[in-house]
């Protein structure tokens, strides 16, 4: 018998695009069918929105680009600007209707969490004033938009290049993938990290990956400025090898 299936897992999380390990993109309706195995087995299907929420994809949520409703929605980063630490979970009635109605007598605090900075004023007015923002400055269209952009000139700058493994881009965020140096995994995306840092490039390193999340405010000049830094970069960390 295998030691997980679907008897003893209880929630599937995922991010609707794994972000923090590199850009990778989901196959299309790979969410969907996630969704559904999800159903059949009774399983709760978490998403996890710290990259992909607020924006990123140019719609609210990975939620709402990929039409797939999870159980429960963490978030955090852009809802401040990703300045000031702030993150919510967000969960569908049956969940919250199963906390409220535990049967607890009245006087207790239905799931509760005792963290030091709970509620803290500063973050919640980061969170209002940014989601102000977001909406008078119609953000998440612009970053939609200049997602556009910036997937154009990470695939015209870098597709068929020598040394580049794949280019992955989705919303305003993107990842070049670099042929790793032979027996130092990780080591070349990080030199040409160190390399576009003091050039005044800040992007992040992953695996053998270089991922760009630009904020939304990010200009059309900007983005070629960035993919020629990074072209430059690149070069260089080749040339040297
Ligand atoms: C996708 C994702 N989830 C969770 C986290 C952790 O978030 P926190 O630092 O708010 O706990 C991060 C942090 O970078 C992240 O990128």
Request: proline residues 5%; hydrophobic residues 45%; contains cysteine.
């Amino acid at each position: 018998m295998p030691l997980h299936d679907a008897s003893n897992v209880a929630a599937i999380i995922v991010e609707p695009i794994a972000g923090s390990a590199g850009w990778y993109v989901p196959p299309m309706d790979y969410l969907k069918r996630l969704r559904a195995i999800c159903d059949q087995h009774g399983i709760l299907l978490i998403f996890d929105e710290v990259i992909t929420g607020f924006g990123r994809l140019g719609v609210n949520f990975g939620a709402d680009f990929y039409g797939v409703v999870p159980d429960m929605l963490n978030f955090a980063k852009c809802v401040t600007n990703g300045v000031i630490p702030l993150g919510g979970v967000v969960c569908r009635e049956h969940i919250y209707d199963a906390m409220m109605n535990a049967g607890n007598p009245e006087h207790m605090i239905e799931f509760f969490h005792g963290y030091t900075y709970s509620g803290h004023p500063v973050a919640c007015a980061a969170a209002i004033a940014t989601l102000n923002l977001f909406k008078q400055e119609d953000l998440f269209a612009r970053a939609g938009q200049m997602g556009q952009l910036l997937g154009h000139a990470l695939h015209s700058a870098f597709a068929g290049k020598a040394g580049i493994v794949s280019i992955r881009t989705l919303g305003l965020a993107g990842a070049i993938e670099l042929m790793p140096l032979a027996g130092l995994p990780g080591k070349r995306a990080y030199d040409v990290f160190l390399d576009c840092f003091r050039q005044g490039l800040l992007v992040r390193p992953a695996g053998e990956n270089i991922v760009l999340c630009p904020p939304y405010i990010v200009s059309e000049s900007q983005i070629a400025q960035m993919v020629e830094t990074l072209t430059a970069c690149i070069q260089r960390s080749f040339a040297a090898a």
